[in-house]
């Protein structure tokens, strides 16, 4: 039984990065001209949530979401969640209608194909550096100010740790949502892990829940604010994901 279920992962994993290559080579003209320019990003942004509806459908997944709070289309926001799988980056895509960049580590640069346009249309950073870390500030706030929204999970890693709930934040994100008054969103992914976690023989096919909470207002607030906001954005996430697990 244990054989015929690894066997089954086993083709259900490949299928996963055969999918996820094949599709990007199919559409790899039209996305050499979207990412040539900032001014077509939110061309790029439509067919990468397109690509990621496309994903998480051919792999047997089905987004549920719910939302406590409206995203509107013309408004900036700064997305943050909790961060569990590679797939976690389609479903934020399925959830968020607004073009948004990702804030992501410097490593995936160096998958192959993927990394190309990783490169071309996401904010890289290498925590290791001091110089990169700045210069991420430097251009979020470029495409903030041309009106794209951010996402950024701050844990700034998968945790390593089983039983870690949801770990540490870094201050990056909270403190580009008080410089730039935008809302927080916080958004709790439940499923992500259990469906497809980064161990090779486990998951399977179904739901994944997620649930867009109350934004946080950052108006008026100054980096004075930034830890009492990092603390309830946490705290928020982390009592969510709690107690679910609890009710699971």
């Known amino acids: 039984m244990n054989f015929l279920k690894n066997l089954f992962r086993l083709v259900w994993r490949l299928w996963f990065y055969g999918v996820f290559l094949v599709t990007i080579i199919v559409i790899f003209p039209v996305l050499i001209i979207v990412t040539s320019s900032d001014s077509l990003y939110p061309i790029f942004f439509k067919i990468a949530r397109f690509w990621a509806k496309t994903i998480l459908f051919l792999m047997g997944f089905k987004a549920k979401i719910a939302c406590a709070d409206k995203i509107h289309p013309k408004e900036s926001y700064m997305f943050i969640a909790n961060h569990t799988s590679m797939i976690d980056i389609m479903l934020m895509l399925v959830i968020a209608k607004n073009p948004f960049v990702f804030v992501g580590k410097v490593e995936l640069a160096k998958i192959p194909i993927f990394g190309f346009f990783y490169k071309r249309t996401c904010?890289?950073?290498?925590?290791?550096s001091l110089k990169s870390r700045k210069e991420v500030y430097a251009l979020a706030q470029k495409r903030l100010n041309d009106g794209v929204s951010i996402c950024i999970f701050p844990e700034g890693k998968v945790p390593d740790d089983e039983s870690i709930v949801l770990d540490v934040f870094q201050n990056g994100a909270f403190r580009l949502a008080i410089e730039h008054q935008i809302p927080i969103v916080p958004i709790s992914f439940y499923d992500c892990k259990k469906h497809f976690s980064y161990t090779f023989f486990s998951g399977g096919p179904g739901n994944l829940r997620a649930k867009v909470h109350?934004?946080?207002?950052?108006?008026?607030?100054?980096?004075?604010?930034?830890?009492?906001?990092?603390?309830?954005?946490?705290?928020?996430?982390?009592?969510?994901l709690l107690a679910d697990l609890g009710a699971s």
């Open 214 to 240: 109350p934004f946080i207002d950052t108006k008026n607030l100054t980096l004075k604010d930034r830890e009492v906001l990092k603390s309830k954005a946490f705290n928020l996430l982390h009592d969510d």
């Open 123 to 128: 904010i890289l950073v290498d925590r290791s």
